[in-house]
């Protein structure tokens, strides 16, 4: 009865959203912000990406929550899990491939990882994607070799400072007597590597936040499993 | 192509199409691993509705590139909204894990009723209460809960 | 005025820093946060007393709305900002154990997230600090490590899991239809773009959205376990606070953007089957806790049927409940501290803690509206202005009301006799639960505040007639943000 009753329900609301959502200008979107802000970006904050000058420009607080909201996560799991001590040894090692594949492919990934923060305001990408690479890259050893723990106290370290850097570069504009994350510096030319001012020091402060808070989640999860 | 289904029906339909399957599921499965993926699902539905909103014919993705001939490009600010959504959601979405994994050891299993019965005995015995009453007793000897321990997540799916 | 960032952006930094500073020195870290909400406090406190002209609109970022975020600062928003940090502070997590850095550093999240709540004025971003609330508060209901909590927290983020579903979708929703985010641009845009079924809509999938944590009738399915589960500071900020806060972005919602009568009347609607729902409830439940959780459903149950109602006065009688239950539900909750457990094992309380029995009455007269007391006039309040709708959904909303302060009445009371009773405690009940000093020092804070306001009622009325006027005033929010230009609407 409850099943009939959820699907009924379940069916309704698609097909009322569908009705209402088919209303829609599809393909035409009003752009009321989006255009004003496509042509005064290049000029207000120079990155070439206007998806990364929305992301730490125009919408800069909204990252620094969604920061927050990963530490919380992060620090939650941590307190959920706890540190526990496993004994190592009585684990089975990853197979021959995985074990010297992921020896393999760990400067590779650092490198990719590194390349797409470094160049989030040029290209698609960011600090998010790069710094999910980055975890990625310190999470397959631990695939590899499940007894393996990566140093939480090195991991906190670099997961307190990429977040304080990231606040502290807002205030060091209000210090200015700007607005809070008021992007500063130099411009440069657009689409150079080293241009849009700070926008590409608040990228790495977020790719090693997200790197560490996402490697020290799957770690803490991995660590667990093992236990049991 | 069957004429009377454009592009705009087809991504319409699985946008909201995912969020009804999520939302479907999390009512409806009985073990709690299963309604965090029926979570997933929903929130990738909500965020393809997202990035929709945004959706223009013939545009490129807001990159400027070094020539004279810019085309239009697609809203940016959707596509900074939907990669913030996801990031929350990744959060989240681990931290369901890892308490799931707590559960699983503390109670032995994730079936939703058992859950749901032996967190009510838990807290009724750090209360104080004597719980002679069982579970199944008649409904008028048990406390009257606004919406009955074990079809309480369903219950909020209906919302 | 760009300092008033720092009240969210400090407590962020001071979260991040935290568990680093608590290894290098314990001492530093254990002061690091309530130095940080001081400061809040002081930023806020000044603020108020300072000849600013409120309200004013903080651009973030130096991009001006509606292109940028910003931060939209009234009297109302001050008063939640302002209380949200000293509450903070008050429901700080004291007490030392291996995850004091972890739970500190959550509550600064969650005080930053709920300062962002009460100044944002921007759709997404209240959609992001609120998520950040929610997180941080799943953090520090786990941290009680026990089972059930464990159980509580999921149930809880599963169902705020499904808010912010459909939160997003009537966000994508209105961002289709107008193109913008920031509030004032929307209500600008709002009587030409979402007076019309897809308004409505996008209006009520964030209405259950953000009702997650309001407590909104068919959403509450997570109240009475958590705050069973949690510690009772933690339970007294998120019942005392937190609720009022999600209810704040809806109130703003319905004042700027849809302003509809059927958006109303789904308020009214919800906020009367909380009310039953709650209290019944309430009534039947055993132990302290949940007695709280379904009583604090159906008191948000009665300040949703004030949001429902028109005109100014209607917005009084909410801000005074809302306040008048932040006292006395954060005080009941610090109370419940040491009498968490059956009800049973109350009888005779009042003689080994008289200081924390004569509290309990305190807030039970209050709660219930005996007159000297603050309770009567917000209350008062709410029914004339009922009474003088004509519509007949609130009669019966009045008729629902009055049913509940019976029954509040009933089951405050009975407690009361207990705690009086002279009862012996019979040899089944060994525990004397005695309430821990720091709590009972905090709850008769609360209790003095709600004395001071019984003296002052006459000009805190007037202040807050002051503050409804100003948060009723769509204009001026619209003028605020975006200052007219000639040339029109953007």
Redesign the interface.
């Known amino acids: 009865m409850r099943k009939l009753t959820g699907l009924l329900f379940a069916g309704g609301l698609g097909f009322?959203?569908l009705a209402?959502?088919s209303?829609?200008?599809f393909g035409s979107?009003?752009?009321?912000?989006?255009e004003?802000?496509q042509s005064?970006s290049p000029q207000?904050v120079g990155a070439a990406n206007i998806v990364t000058s929305v992301v730490l420009?125009?919408?800069?607080?909204?990252t620094?929550?969604?920061l927050?909201?990963l530490?919380?996560?992060a620090?939650?799991a941590?307190?959920?899990l706890g540190r526990r001590h496993t004994t190592t040894g009585t684990q089975r090692k990853g197979g021959f491939v995985l074990f010297h594949g992921g020896a393999l492919i760990f400067p590779f990934l650092l490198t990719i990882g590194f390349y797409i923060i470094f160049h989030g305001h040029l290209t698609p990408g960011g600090g998010f994607q790069g710094g999910v690479i980055l975890a990625a890259a310190f999470f397959l050893p631990l695939l590899a070799r499940p007894g393996a723990r990566l140093h939480h106290?090195i991991l906190?370290?670099i997961?307190?400072?990429a977040?304080?850097s990231f606040?502290?570069i807002?205030?060091a504009?209000?210090g200015e007597g700007?607005?809070?994350?008021?992007?500063m510096l130099n411009q440069d030319t657009l689409g150079a590597l080293i241009s849009a001012g700070t926008l590409p020091l608040l990228y790495i402060a977020v790719g090693l936040k997200v790197g560490a808070e996402l490697a020290s989640l799957l770690s803490n999860l991995a660590q667990t499993e093992s236990e049991q | 192509m069957i004429p009377g289904v454009t592009l705009e029906l087809i991504l319409y339909v699985t946008a909201l199409g995912l969020?009804i399957i999520?939302?479907a599921g999390?009512v409806l499965s009985s073990h709690?691993f299963r309604?965090?993926l029926a979570?997933v699902i929903?929130?990738a539905?909500?965020?393809l509705?997202?990035v929709?909103?945004?959706y223009r014919w013939d545009a490129v993705a807001p990159i400027l590139m070094q020539r004279t001939d810019q085309p239009a490009m697609v809203?940016p600010?959707?596509q900074a909204?939907v990669l913030?959504?996801i990031v929350?959601g990744v959060?989240?979405q681990a931290?369901?894990v890892s308490?799931?994994i707590?559960?699983r050891q503390?109670?032995g299993n994730l079936k939703r009723r058992e859950?749901?019965e032996?967190?009510d005995a838990?807290?009724?015995a750090?209360?104080?209460?004597r719980r002679d009453i069982s579970q199944d007793a008649p409904l008028g000897e048990r406390?009257?809960?606004?919406?009955p321990a074990h079809t309480?997540?369903s219950?909020?799916?209906?919302? | 005025m760009?300092?008033l960032?720092?009240t969210?952006?400090l407590p962020?930094?001071g979260?991040?820093?935290l568990?680093?500073v608590m290894?290098l020195s314990q001492a530093l870290g254990l002061w690091l946060g309530p130095i940080i909400l001081g400061y809040g406090c002081w930023l806020l406190g000044n603020l108020w007393f300072s000849d600013i002209s409120l309200p004013l609109s903080?651009?973030?970022?130096?991009?001006d709305a509606?292109?940028?975020?910003n931060l939209y600062l009234d009297s109302l928003a001050l008063l939640f900002a302002f209380a949200v940090q000293l509450l903070g502070l008050i429901c700080w997590p004291y007490g030392l154990n291996q995850?004091t850095a972890?739970?500190q550093?959550?509550m600064l999240?969650l005080v930053?997230?709920s300062t962002?709540l009460a100044l944002s004025g921007d759709l997404?971003?209240l959609y992001?600090?609120y998520?950040?609330a929610?997180?941080?508060t799943?953090?520090l209901v786990?941290?009680s490590?026990?089972?059930?909590a464990?159980?509580?927290?999921?149930?809880y983020?599963?169902?705020s899991?499904?808010g912010?579903?459909?939160t997003?979708?009537g966000?994508?929703?209105i961002?289709?239809?107008?193109?913008?985010?920031?509030l004032a641009?929307l209500a600008q845009?709002a009587p030409e773009l979402l007076n019309n079924?897809?308004g409505l809509?996008a209006y009520l999938l964030i209405l259950?959205g953000i009702?997650?944590k309001a407590e909104l009738?068919?959403?509450?399915?997570?109240v009475?376990?958590i705050y069973?589960?949690a510690s009772s500071r933690l339970s007294g900020f998120l019942a005392g606070l937190l609720s009022k806060l999600a209810l704040l972005i809806i109130l703003r919602l319905l004042v700027l953007i849809f302003d509809q009568p059927e958006a109303v009347q789904i308020v009214l609607i919800l906020g009367i089957l909380g009310v039953i729902?709650?209290e019944?409830?309430a009534w039947?439940?055993?132990?302290?806790?949940?007695m709280l959780g379904?009583s604090s459903?159906g008191q948000l149950g009665i300040i949703f049927i004030a949001l429902s109602l028109p005109d100014e006065r209607g917005l009084l009688a909410l801000l005074a409940l809302s306040l008048h239950h932040l006292v006395i539900k954060t005080g009941l909750f610090m109370l419940a501290d040491g009498w968490?457990?059956?009800l049973?094992?109350l009888t005779g309380a009042a003689k080994r803690s008289p200081v924390g029995a004569a509290l309990f009455t305190l807030f039970a007269l209050s709660l219930v509206g005996v007159p000297p007391l603050p309770g009567f006039w917000a209350k008062f309040t709410l029914i004339t202005e009922l009474a003088a709708q004509s519509e007949p959904l609130y009669l019966i909303g009045l008729l629902v009301f009055l049913l509940a302060t019976v029954i509040e009445t009933s089951y405050l009371f009975r407690i009361v006799v207990k705690l009086y009773s002279s009862a012996e405690t019979t040899s089944e009940?060994p525990?004397h639960q005695q309430l821990p000093g720091l709590s009972l020092a905090t709850a008769s804070l609360f209790g003095i505040a709600l004395l001071t306001a019984t003296v002052l009622i006459a000009p805190i009325g007037d202040g807050l007639q002051a503050v409804a006027a100003e948060a009723k005033n769509t204009e001026l929010y619209i003028q605020t943000v975006i200052p007219a230009t000639p040339g029109g609407q953007?």
Request: aromatic letters at 8%; zero cysteines.
């Open positions: 009322m959203l209402i959502a209303g829609l200008d979107p009003p752009m009321r912000i989006g004003a802000i005064a207000e420009g125009y919408r800069g607080i909204d620094l929550g969604e927050a909201i530490f919380a996560a620090s939650a941590g307190l959920v106290s906190s370290v997961e307190a400072f977040g304080a606040i502290l807002g205030l504009a209000l700007q607005a809070f994350l008021q992007p | 969020v999520g939302l999390v709690l309604m965090v979570l929903a929130e539905g909500a965020n509705m997202l929709l909103s945004g809203d600010v959707p909204m913030t959504a929350i959060g989240i931290l369901a308490i799931l707590r559960i503390r109670y859950v749901a032996k967190m838990e807290i009724a750090s209360a104080g209460i406390p009257l809960s606004p919406l309480a997540e219950r909020g799916g209906d919302a | 760009n300092n960032v720092l969210i952006a962020l930094l979260a991040f820093l568990p680093v290894r903080v651009a973030i970022g130096g991009f509606p292109y940028g975020i995850d972890r739970r550093a959550l999240l930053a997230a962002g997404f971003n992001v600090f998520e950040l929610a997180v941080a799943f953090g786990v941290a490590s026990t089972s059930a464990y159980a509580a927290t999921f149930r983020l599963i169902l899991g499904i912010s579903v459909l997003l979708l966000i994508a929703l961002y289709s239809q107008t193109g913008t985010l920031n641009h845009l079924r897809l809509t259950i009702g997650v009738f068919p959403v509450n399915a997570w009475p376990e069973a589960t729902s709650g019944f409830a039947r439940a055993k132990d302290m806790r949940r379904f459903i968490g457990g059956s049973e094992r009940q525990e953007l």
